[in-house]
C-alpha cells in the first residue's frame, strides 16, 4: 500500500504494514527477537535486530509515508533521534540553530556538539537576515524549531529553505509540536523531519520514541548508517505501543486543539492571565506565517500570570492536569517552563528567551473542557 497516495487519517490507521504478512494477523506483532537465522549460512531479509526488526519498520514505514518521504527512522528517544540525525554533522563544521529551543535540543546542540569539534551559533531563527549573517564557509546545517516551545515564535520554512539551498546546507526541524499531520515540512523543502513521538504520535504518555523522515535518498542512507552504528533504535515492544498510538493520532489531536482553541480564549480573557500564547487566537503575532505553512493551530498554549505567588496557587489547586514536563498525551500536562522542560537553560538565556518564572505550558488532553475550565479557574482564583 506504500505506493497508493492514500491520505493521512487513512495513511494513519494503516501504516504501510497494517497486517502481519506471515499470518495475516490484523497487527504487525512484537517481533521480540535480537538475531534472525542464517539458513544455510546466507542472511535473508532480516539479520540482526538493531540493524532491522519488523516491528520497528512498521512505525518507520508510517513516519516516511506520514511525512511524505522516502525513508523513516524510528529510535529509542527523541533526543535519541536528534542526536542520531545530527551525527552527520563532522569535526570542524559549523551548525545554525534556533534559540529558542527544546531544552534537551539545547544542551545537546550547546553541550555535546561543541566536544565533537562541531561549532554552532544560536540565533533567532525568526528573523532571517540574523541567520544569513550566522551562516560562515564552515556552515553545514541549520536546525530548526517551529513554532517554537514555549513561546510559538514562528520560523518561515520557505525562507530558511531558500537560504540553505543557496548554501548547499542540509536543513532539519524538530516538527514534534504540530506532527506531520499538521505541518509537513518535507514538502516544504526541509531535509529531515524529527519527532519526540513520547509526544502526540505516542499520544499516551507511556512511552519515549523518536522519528526521523527525509525525502532525500541519500540523506537517508547516511541516517540509516547512522542509526545501525550509533544503536539508539526503538524497541519492538515500544515499536508496537507507537504503532498503536499512530492509528488515532487524526481523532485526539483535532479534539484537544479543539478545546485547546476554547481554553486559550477564555485564558485570554481572565483578569488573573497576563498574556496567553496560542497560534489559533486571532491576534497572535505569528498567525498568519504560521498557518502558511502549517494547517492547524496544535494542542499546546502557554500562559503568563500577573504575579509569581499565583503560579505555587495553581498548581497546587489544580486536580485534572497532570504536572510534568511533557505535552501531547491522552491527559492534559500542566508544565512550569522554568523549573521542568527548560530547566536545562541557564537562567540568562530563559529570560533572554522570555521564560519567565509566572510562564506556565498547558498540553491540552481529551478531558471535558467545562471539567477542565472549572478545574484551572479554581486555580486561577
Ligand atoms: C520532548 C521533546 C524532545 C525530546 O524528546 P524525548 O523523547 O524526550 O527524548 C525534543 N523536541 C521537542 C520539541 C520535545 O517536546
Redesign the pocket.
Same mark, same amino acid.
Given at each position: 500500500m506504500a505506493d497508493k497516495p492514500y491520505r493521512p487519517a487513512t495513511l494513519l490507521v494503516h501504516q504501510g504494514r497494517d497486517r502481519d504478512p506471515a499470518t495475516g494477523a490484523s497487527t504487525v506483532p512484537i517481533y521480540q527477537a535480537s538475531t534472525y537465522h542464517h539458513a544455510g549460512g546466507a542472511s535473508a531479509q532480516y539479520d540482526y535486530a538493531r540493524s532491522g526488526n519488523p516491528s520497528r519498520e512498521q512505525v518507520e514505514e508510517a513516519i516516511a509515508l506520514l511525512e511524505g518521504g522516502v525513508r523513516g527512522f524510528a529510535y529509542a @528517544?527523541?533526543?535519541?533521534?536528534?542526536g542520531s540525525a545530527l551525527s552527520l554533522l563532522k569535526s570542524g563544521d559549523h551548525l545554525v540553530a534556533s534559540a529558542a529551543l527544546?531544552g =534537551?535540543?539545547w544542551r545537546f546542540i550547546t553541550g555535546v556538539l561543541p566536544q565533537q569539534g562541531i561549532t554552532v551559533s544560536l540565533v533567532d531563527t525568526t528573523d532571517t537576515r540574523a541567520v544569513e549573517t550566522a551562516i560562515t564557509p564552515q556552515t553545514r546545517a541549520l536546525f530548526l524549531?517551529t513554532p517554537s516551545?514555549p513561546l510559538f515564535q514562528v520560523t518561515d520554512l520557505r525562507a530558511m529553505v531558500a537560504i540553505a539551498r543557496q548554501k548547499n546546507l542540509i536543513t532539519l526541524l524538530?516538527n514534534?509540536?504540530m506532527t506531520p499531520l499538521m505541518q509537513r515540512p518535507l514538502d516544504l523543502g526541509i531535509d529531515i523531519s524529527?519527532h @519526540?513521538?513520547?509526544?502526540f504520535l505516542g499520544g499516551h504518555s507511556d512511552i519515549?520514541? =523518536?522519528l526521523v523522515a527525509t525525502a532525500d535518498t541519500g540523506l537517508g542512507k547516511r541516517l540509516k548508517y547512522f542509526q545501525n552504528a550509533f544503536g539508539a533504535v526503538l524497541s519492538p515492544f515500544d515499536s508496537f505501543l507507537l504503532s498503536r498510538g499512530i492509528k488515532t493520532l487524526k481523532v485526539r489531536l483535532e479534539a484537544a486543539q479543539a478545546t485547546a482553541q476554547q481554553l486559550a480564549e477564555r485564558l485570554a480573557s481572565h483578569p488573573a492571565v497576563a498574556r496567553v500564547w496560542f497560534p489559533g487566537l486571532a491576534d497572535f503575532p505569528g498567525r498568519a506565517l504560521h498557518f502558511s505553512q502549517a494547517s492547524g493551530a496544535g494542542a499546546v498554549l502557554s500562559f503568563e500570570l500577573q504575579e509569581d505567588a499565583q503560579v505555587a496557587r495553581l498548581l497546587n489547586a489544580v486536580e485534572l492536569p497532570i504536572i510534568a514536563p &511533557?505535552?501531547g498525551g491522552v491527559e492534559t500536562i500542566l508544565t512550569h517552563c522554568w523549573s521542568m &522542560?527548560h530547566a536545562a537553560i541557564p537562567i540568562e538565556d530563559k529570560l533572554r528567551q522570555g521564560i519567565s518564572k509566572k510562564l506556565l505550558r498547558i498540553s491540552v488532553g481529551l478531558e471535558d473542557i467545562e471539567d477542565l475550565w472549572e478545574d484551572l479557574e479554581r486555580g486561577l482564583s
Open positions: @528517544s527523541g533526543m535519541a533521534a536528534i527544546y =534537551g535540543s524549531e516551545n524538530d514534534t509540536f524529527i @519526540s513521538a513520547t509526544k519515549l520514541a =523518536g &511533557s505535552l &522542560s
